[in-house]
C-alpha cells in the first residue's frame, strides 16, 4: 500500500474544495470568507455619506493651503483680541537639539526635591 500517492490525491481535492468554497461556489449553505461585511455599524454610524467628494492632488492641496489661511487668520484675531501678539508666543518642549525651560535640567530632574 503506496502512502504517498493517496496522500497527493486527499490534498489535490482538499484544494479543489477550498478554491470553490472561497469562490462562492457552496451557495448560502457555506458562505465563502469575507462574503459578510465586517463592520456594518459603521455603516450605519455614517452621516450624509453622499456628501463625500474625492478631490484631485492639485485640489486637495489648494483646499488645505485654504484651511490653513484660515485657521492662522483666527489665530491672529484671537491673539488680537486677548492683546497678545502671535508671533510672541513661543513654546519650547525639552527634547534633543531643543532649550530647556528654566529648572528643568538633568540634574534638576535627577535631585528629588525635599518637603518643606
Known sequence: MRLIPWLALVLI?????FCVWTQGGLGESLPPPGAAQREPERLRQQVRP???VVLSPKAASAALAQIAAAEAAASAAAAAATGASASGVVQTLPG???AAPPGDSAADRATPARPR
Open 13 to 17: 481535492v482538499a484544494n479543489l474544495g
Open 50 to 52: 453622499e456628501t463625500v
Open 96 to 98: 534633543p537639539n531643543r
